[in-house]
């Protein structure tokens, strides 16, 4: 039998070509005047779903949004698994104004980079898996599991209807795990393996003193500043070591064991790197009995977004605002619960509140749980086999700081074990100017896209 | 020899009529399409003082700003003192659609009052003082002093010009006092005698962090928040009590003597009713070693008037910024000096700014000192003669928390004491809609400034 990784290589250029060809089309989401050109995307993966040979390939559209992209793969029988591949394949806009050396949708290939719109974020994993499951198909015949393909068109403009659509369709979408094929590695040379994502909970405070603005003459020295109290409650929000104060907010953190430890120690160097390159602030700050990587991915955070009151623009104004107030959000991990946290801080606010105003806190946006992905589970051990055959280094495991709101969508839906599987390199400059991605990474992540069906295979046969 | 006080009871009428015929000139030095109307109410009063008698009247103009309005009367003769009375003519801008009940430039009289525009800042004073001067005038052939009159055409409008004319016109203008006529006491029966200003020196702290903004998802646990570290730096620049923290703050802050407070306690209730009514917070604040009406005017204050940074609009950015700022300002009492001030602040901010940012101090405007007059002087004496006898009570002395920039002008340029003889009404809305200015105190005000004259001359000879 032939060998897909061989069909693989013999086809190389032509699916960097068919990645090239995909990044012409200027699919982006946020602008309305590019919907076509989103459809048109759409309509080239339909094409070529069809041609690679996927059943019940189909266009969900719906007048008011952009369309998902669906494609199955039936031949390994209703005994084997089925794995659930998501990526999107719309990107953010962009312009040679913003800084780009060249045309951002007439992709150009310069030291072994394609450089374009959305190389990177995300059509790489698009074509990747495709790819993967092509060479596959027409090198072996077939898949040992069944898969599903989803793809969506508005991911970079708020994934307005992709939330309704997997708990109305989890019959068409019923798999045993789900692949979130996205994101990015620190080093072109070392995949990382994302297993968990701190949730958020988004609030915002006011702090109201005076019953209107006053003259900071006539009334300086005999009003509590609404700005100052605010600052005053703000301040002790943290201790000097970085603790966030709140009474119970650590009280469901799931503590780290000796074993995670020293499995994020593996991430470290790579966080501590970035952190010098893009925040590089004058020294890095946070709970000291925790590392970064930790701190990062593994420990809640409670961060004030933004600040507001008084006159604050060109020039000066000597008013003593009636009030003040403040943009609050806690990244959570698990088992933090957003509603208890928002209560937690809420009391804990109205403790801190002097009687010389008053403070209300109210939730902005509902919230999320953070989320982990069990590390030992079938999907995760073949993602990891399959990162480690195709670049023949150990991926590194780690917490990342943010939200990935489709990763809990599937996980809290579909009630199976989720996988993140990025092919994209964290330098390639995602939603920047000069967007790229290594070719490099386009046929190494075809590669593990095949060892993982292999390896996941083989595990699900065995439990 | 008939009497000036007769002449003012019998000509009461025509003397409201006459400040009714200048409020109908919209003399709104804010907005350039009334300029010509700032210069017919200059006119109207010029046309006024000729007829009344005064000598070297003329229109002070410049093709760039609003006139000055000048008369003298010198008949005293030269071994009399000399006193220089300033009041302002122009107004604020005033639209029905402000909530006005009838047109701001109709006056209409309802109740005793006449409303309109600029009824009470500062017509009623500039009507008041040219009454007084005529009265005396006319009835008895002349007054024991020789007057200066000079009113201002743009006061409303950020006095661009006087600040300069006064020291390039020392000359023209020289006097023994300078009477400022114009402001509010806090009942129409309860004269007010202010004593004290506060003086000012405002700041823009910035504090910085991380180069860039930052996703607060991956980076958040790893940096310190700007916003975070300025309110923990403002929260540290008062204590519990109220009190600025800042080192050397109070060391120049001239005490009060046991006198000056039996006196300042005087003015307390109705600085309590201003509060109440006006600001109105949840509860009083302030050090609590002083009364209100000494934390109003004979101490210094320390306030946030505006306060930036992150993104605090409508809906919510989940972003960590690199940047965020305050406006400072301190109200300064005798003797701070404004320079010093800025410098013990800065000093202190960088002694509390932790290593994970930086802060920078910058003055925003040019700093002014606090004001005191002396309240054993001449013009102060006499004022308070002239108000016990024109109201039938004792004024009270207080010390005002805001600045008047132009008694500090007069006192530092001139070097004579300075008094100000309010006539208005705190509760006649200045600058709001319904302005008024209760007739009486038009004729309490005339009858004022000629005891004035007389009580100044009688005491400025015993000198």
Same mark, same amino acid.
């Given at each position: 039998m032939?060998?897909?990784?061989?069909?693989?290589t013999?086809?190389?250029?032509?699916?960097?070509?068919?990645?090239?060809?995909?990044?012409? !089309?200027?699919?982006?989401?946020?602008l309305?005047?590019h919907a076509d050109?989103?459809?048109?995307?759409?309509?080239?993966?339909?094409?070529?779903?069809?041609?690679i040979?996927?059943?019940n390939?189909?266009?969900?559209?719906?007048?008011?949004?952009?369309p998902?992209?669906?494609g @199955?793969?039936?031949?390994?029988?209703?005994?084997?698994?089925?794995v659930?591949?998501?990526?999107?394949y719309?990107?953010?806009?962009?312009e040679?104004?913003?800084?780009?050396? &060249?045309?951002?949708?007439?992709p150009?290939?310069?030291?072994?980079?394609?450089?374009a719109?959305?190389?990177?974020?995300?059509?790489v994993?698009?074509?990747?898996?495709?790819?993967?499951?092509? &060479?596959m198909?027409?090198?072996?015949?077939g898949?040992?599991v069944?898969?599903k393909v989803?793809f969506? +068109?508005?991911? %970079? /403009?708020?994934?307005?209807?992709?939330?309704?659509?997997?708990?109305?369709?989890?019959d068409?979408?019923?798999?045993?795990?789900?692949v979130?094929s996205?994101?990015?590695?620190p080093?072109?040379?070392?995949? $990382?393996?994302?297993?968990g994502?701190?949730g958020?909970? =988004?609030m915002?405070l006011?702090?109201?003193g005076?019953?209107?603005?006053?003259h900071?003459?006539?009334?300086?020295?005999?009003?509590?500043?609404?700005?100052?109290a605010? #600052?005053?409650?703000?301040?002790?929000?943290?201790?000097?070591?970085?603790?966030?104060t709140?009474?119970?907010?650590?009280d469901?953190?799931r503590?780290? &064991?000796?074993?995670?430890?020293?499995?994020?120690?593996?991430?470290?160097?790579?966080?501590?790197? @970035?952190?010098? &390159?893009? #925040?590089?602030?004058?020294? $890095?700050?946070?709970?000291?009995?925790?590392?970064?990587?930790?701190?990062?991915?593994?420990?809640?955070?409670?961060?004030?977004? +933004?600040i *507001?009151g008084?006159?604050?623009g060109? *020039?000066?104004?000597t008013?003593?605002?009636?009030?003040?107030?403040?943009?609050i959000?806690?990244?959570?991990?698990?088992?933090?619960?957003?509603?208890?946290i928002?209560?937690a801080?809420?009391?804990?606010?109205?403790?801190? =509140?002097?009687?010389?105003?008053?403070? =209300?806190?109210?939730?902005?946006?509902?919230?999320?749980?953070?989320?982990?992905?069990?590390r030992?589970?079938a999907? !995760?051990?073949?993602? /990891?086999?399959?990162?480690?055959a #195709?670049?023949?280094?150990?991926?590194?495991?780690?917490? %990342?700081?943010?939200?990935v709101?489709?990763v809990?969508a599937?996980?809290?839906?579909?009630q199976?074990?989720?996988?993140?599987?990025?092919?994209?390199?964290?330098?390639?400059? #995602?939603?920047?100017?000069? %967007?790229?991605?290594? !070719?490099?990474?386009l046929?190494?992540g075809? /590669?593990?896209a095949? =060892?993982?069906?292999?390896?996941?295979?083989?595990?699900?046969?065995q439990?």
């Amino acid at each position: 039998m032939p060998n897909a990784y061989d069909y693989a290589t013999q086809h190389a250029d032509r699916f960097k070509d068919q990645l090239i060809e995909l990044l012409r !089309v200027p699919s982006i989401s946020t602008l309305d005047a590019h919907a076509d050109d989103v459809r048109a995307a759409a309509d080239w993966i339909i094409a070529d779903m069809q041609r690679i040979g996927l059943e019940n390939v189909r266009k969900i559209e719906h007048d008011t949004y952009l369309p998902l992209v669906y494609g @199955e793969y039936n031949g390994a029988g209703p005994d084997a698994a089925t794995v659930l591949v998501y990526c999107h394949y719309d990107v953010q806009p962009a312009e040679m104004a913003d800084g780009w050396t &060249s045309d951002p949708f007439t992709p150009v290939e310069r030291d072994g980079k394609v450089y374009a719109r959305g190389a990177l974020d995300s059509k790489v994993h698009v074509i990747a898996q495709l790819k993967a499951i092509e &060479s596959m198909l027409a090198a072996e015949g077939g898949l040992p599991v069944n898969v599903k393909v989803l793809f969506e +068109g508005e991911e %970079e /403009s708020g994934s307005e209807h992709i939330f309704g659509f997997v708990p109305e369709n989890l019959d068409l979408l019923a798999a045993d795990t789900v692949v979130v094929s996205d994101g990015s590695m620190p080093d072109p040379a070392q995949p $990382i393996l994302v297993y968990g994502l701190r949730g958020l909970v =988004t609030m915002r405070l006011t702090v109201t003193g005076p019953q209107r603005d006053l003259h900071s003459g006539h009334y300086g020295g005999n009003v509590h500043n609404p700005i100052q109290a605010l #600052a005053e409650i703000i301040a002790q929000l943290h201790d000097a070591d970085g603790h966030v104060t709140v009474p119970g907010f650590y009280d469901d953190v799931r503590p780290l &064991s000796e074993s995670e430890r020293a499995l994020l120690a593996g991430v470290e160097p790579w966080v501590k790197a @970035e952190w010098q &390159s893009l #925040a590089n602030a004058p020294q $890095i700050w946070g709970e000291p009995d925790y590392s970064m990587s930790e701190r990062m991915g593994a420990r809640p955070t409670l961060e004030i977004n +933004g600040i *507001g009151g008084g006159f604050y623009g060109d *020039g000066f104004k000597t008013v003593l605002p009636h009030r003040a107030g403040a943009n609050i959000s806690c990244r959570l991990v698990p088992d933090q619960n957003p509603a208890k946290i928002l209560a937690a801080l809420d009391a804990y606010i109205q403790h801190l =509140t002097p009687p010389t105003v008053t403070a =209300t806190l109210t939730e902005t946006e509902a919230g999320a749980p953070g989320i982990l992905i069990d590390r030992e589970s079938a999907p !995760v051990q073949a993602a /990891s086999r399959a990162y480690e055959a #195709a670049w023949e280094v150990k991926p590194i495991f780690s917490r %990342e700081g943010g939200s990935v709101p489709i990763v809990a969508a599937f996980q809290q839906q579909m009630q199976v074990p989720v996988v993140l599987m990025p092919f994209g390199y964290k330098g390639g400059g #995602a939603h920047g100017p000069d %967007e790229y991605v290594p !070719v490099d990474l386009l046929h190494k992540g075809i /590669s593990a896209a095949m =060892t993982f069906y292999r390896e996941y295979a083989a595990l699900a046969q065995q439990a």
